[in-house]
T-cell receptor
Framework: ELKVEQNPLFLSMQEGKNYTIYCNYSTTSDRLYWYRQDPGKSLESLFVLLSNGAVKQEGRLMASLDTKARLSTLHITAAVHDLSATYFCAVDGSGGSQGNLIFGKGTKLSVKP | DTGVSQNPRHKITKRGQNVTFRCDPISEHNRLYWYRQTLGQGPEFLTYFQNEAQLEKSRLLSDRFSAERPKGSFSTLEIQRTEQGDSAMYLC????????????FGPGTRLTVT
């Protein structure tokens, strides 16, 4: 059974600090997705990583993928309060047929002044 | 707004009643997905369609659940004889399929079974 594990599950940061969220998954997948969810809201797509070594950056967030290690990271640079949200990683559970996504439990990020 | 839309946004029902949710995907997207999310958890896959064909169903989708996508446009998810354990957020997503792997999510329907 494909499993996706994120850590940490909870993260309290001070503004201006850097931190990394880790996402490990248990089977081969060439695609990994990062989503953001604000309380009571739906999921917003942040990054789609399509191959080994892929790196994408948007503002203070940078995501990378190592398919050999089955690991993706989401790095936060100089955090600001607006980044407070829950971040999910997900992998394709259908062997590449773009069916279901398998999500991690999410990392709840709180950025404090 | 050309994003994924879902109706209703909230539904409160009594145990044993039937409920139906609707999802309208982004117009050119041929794939449509249903997920369920409970508090503090990530979304869990229920089923997906390519055009009008239902291609995959999760074991979470008991025989009380049925989904349709007539004509390959909007989709409905029906839950019969609701149970308190069905209380969750039901999320719909759509994608272009082989053209793009990215799934775009709707705002969700929050179901409360009393």
């Amino acid at each position: 059974e494909l499993k996706v594990e994120q850590n940490p599950l909870f993260l309290s940061m001070q503004e201006g600090k850097n931190y990394t969220i880790y996402c490990n998954y248990s089977t081969t997948s060439d695609r990994l997705y990062w989503y953001r969810q604000d309380p009571g809201k739906s999921l917003e797509s942040l990054f789609v990583l399509l191959s080994n070594g892929a790196v994408k950056q948007e503002g203070r967030l940078m995501a990378s993928l190592d398919t050999k290690a089955r690991l993706s990271t989401l790095h936060i640079t100089a955090a600001v309060h607006d980044l407070s949200a829950t971040y999910f990683c997900a992998v394709d559970g259908s062997g590449g047929s773009q069916g279901n996504l398998i999500f991690g439990k999410g990392t709840k990020l709180s950025v404090k002044p | 707004d050309t994003g994924v839309s879902q109706n209703p946004r909230h539904k409160i029902t009594k145990r044993g009643q039937n409920v139906t949710f609707r999802c309208d995907p982004i117009s050119e997207h041929n794939r449509l997905y249903w997920y369920r999310q409970t508090l503090g958890q990530g979304p869990e896959f229920l089923t997906y369609f390519q055009n009008e064909a239902q291609l995959e169903k999760s074991r979470l989708l008991s025989d009380r659940f049925s989904a349709e996508r007539p004509k390959g446009s909007f989709s409905t998810l029906e839950i019969q004889r609701t149970e308190q354990g069905d209380s969750a957020m039901y999320l719909c997503a759509s994608s272009l399929g082989q053209v793009s792997y990215e799934q775009y999510f709707g705002p969700g329907t929050r179901l409360t079974v009393t």
